[in-house]
């Protein structure tokens, strides 16, 4: 049985996408493919950070405890987690699922079961915009969501650019 490294999962309210404000269950998986310089949770893509071994089952147990609709796929990158499909079709069954991605993976093997993506492109003041995939803009949809975070009046001017490019 595959199993996953949770860091946490805690319930709140979304912050950010279409379901912002919407009580959602976070379940922040460990790791990161990126070291962005406004990282909040460089914690839990340390090598040493703490977390728990759970299957899909046990994730997706803990989350309906909490009696929500929503549930929240965060990390780090929790696309890069091993057979996060599985997970994602666990989850998919019994919630409404945002994946909160960094949009540094190709998100065209993730579209089938269909979540809600918020995807954070990494604006020039992040340092990590090399690692952008703009062919993630394509398989964007009218549910999903396209986080900038500004640094600078240059990041400003990139995400209008960005804007204007994919609508």
Same mark, same amino acid.
């Given at each position: 049985?595959?199993?996953?490294?949770?860091?946490?999962?805690?319930?709140?309210?979304?912050?950010?996408?279409?379901?912002?404000?919407?009580?959602?269950?976070?379940?922040?998986?460990?790791?990161?493919?990126?070291?962005?310089?406004?990282?909040?949770?460089?914690?839990?893509?340390?090598?040493?950070?703490?977390?728990?071994?759970?299957?899909?089952?046990?994730?997706?147990?803990?989350?309906?405890?909490?009696? @929500?609709?929503?549930?929240?796929?965060?990390?780090? !990158?929790? &696309? #890069?987690?091993?057979?996060? *499909?599985?997970?994602?079709?666990?989850?998919?069954?019994?919630?409404?699922?945002?994946?909160?991605?960094?949009?540094?993976?190709?998100?065209?093997?993730?579209?089938?079961?269909?979540?809600?993506?918020?995807?954070?492109?990494?604006?020039?003041?992040?340092?990590?915009?090399?690692?952008?995939?703009?062919?993630?803009?394509?398989?964007?949809?009218?549910?999903? @969501?396209?986080?900038?975070?500004?640094?600078?009046? !240059?990041? &400003? #001017?990139?995400?209008?650019? *960005?804007?204007?490019?994919?609508?």
């Amino acid at each position: 049985m595959n199993t996953y490294k949770v860091v946490e999962i805690f319930e709140s309210i979304n912050g950010e996408g279409m379901k912002a404000g919407e009580l959602s269950v976070f379940v922040r998986l460990c790791g990161c493919n990126l070291h962005c310089s406004y990282c909040d949770t460089s914690w839990a893509n340390e090598k040493d950070a703490p977390y728990q071994e759970m299957t899909a089952r046990q994730i997706v147990q803990k989350a309906e405890a909490y009696g @929500t609709k929503n549930v929240t796929l965060t990390g780090g !990158e929790p &696309l #890069l987690a091993e057979h996060v *499909l599985e997970l994602l079709e666990a989850l998919s069954e019994k919630f409404c699922v945002e994946i909160e991605t960094n949009g540094a993976v190709d998100l065209a093997a993730f579209c089938e079961e269909r979540p809600v993506f918020t995807m954070d492109y990494k604006l020039p003041s992040s340092g990590c915009e090399e690692h952008m995939i703009t062919e993630n803009m394509k398989l964007l949809q009218k549910n999903d @969501t396209v986080k900038f975070v500004s640094g600078s009046q !240059e990041d &400003l #001017l990139k995400a209008l650019e *960005l804007i204007r490019t994919y609508d």
